[in-house]
């Protein structure tokens, strides 16, 4: 029965010893991931690297690993000076299959996410405009609600207006922007219909200023968004690919 005792004692410290290093390999793996990943892809911060599945050890000895999460930082979008902050950019690869000396590394797919908040569009929107949540209904056909007072679009697109027609922007404006991906890295957002002015020429003046584009600046070659989608949040965009080379 002690010799008993004293095996158990000896499996469970092994144990132990195996879980530990196992755990120490991971750590390494992902630090040494999360650079190699900056470096390939161009990034301005080095992601946040997150190695699922265990015994970790035993993965690296078939050469595959079931799942990988990436977790990029630093990521804006831009329009005419303008910039925003896209948070929450994640990457989820799975059956990552690597060489043997893990200089290579092919994910079988992946996912990509990514999201830009209301009020991170209001700052991208033309001054005098408020970007929000457009209701159920509308998010469903991709649509945001843009609004403001329409003399402070006016002014802030430095469109000039007549004396006498200054007293038809006092009262505020709202209409509805559709929102779409372009490119992959291009959210685009054009409005439905604006108020309509007596004024020769300031529609179609309005008009450009309301639509216009985002560029994602810095998403690695891992994030090919295509879909993106208006949530009481933000806009979120996803996007899924294949055979997906991390390191190249």
Do not use: H
């Amino acid at each position: 029965m002690r010799a008993l005792r004293i095996l158990l004692i000896v499996v469970v410290i092994l144990g132990g010893l195996f879980v530990a290093a196992d755990r120490a390999a991971v750590y390494f793996a992902e630090t040494e991931a999360a650079s190699k990943i900056k470096s390939s892809q161009g990034l301005s911060t080095e992601p946040s690297v997150s190695i699922k599945g265990f015994p970790f050890l035993t993965q690296v000895a078939n050469s595959s690993l079931d799942e990988i999460e990436v977790s990029i930082g630093g990521i804006t979008a831009t329009t005419e000076g303008r910039e925003v902050e896209v948070t929450e950019v994640k990457a989820e690869l799975r059956d990552v299959k690597v060489n043997s000396s893990f200089s290579s590394a092919i994910a079988g797919s992946a996912d990509g996410s990514a999201m830009i908040s209301y009020e991170d569009l209001t700052k991208s929107a033309p001054k005098g405009a408020t970007v929000s949540y457009a209701g159920a209904e509308r998010a469903a056909k991709g649509q945001v609600k843009v609004s403001g007072p329409l003399g402070d679009l006016v002014e802030g697109a430095g469109i000039d207006v007549p004396a006498p027609f200054e007293r038809l922007l006092k009262d505020d404006f709202t209409t509805y922007s559709t929102v779409s991906l372009d490119g992959g890295d291009k959210v685009r957002l054009r409005a439905e219909d604006l108020p309509k002015l007596p004024v020769p020429g300031v529609d179609d003046k309005l008009q450009d200023v309301v639509d216009y584009d985002l560029t994602i600046d810095g998403l690695p070659s891992t994030i090919k968004l295509d879909k993106v989608a208006a949530t009481e949040d933000g806009l979120r965009f996803s996007g899924t690919g294949t055979d997906v080379d991390l390191t190249g």
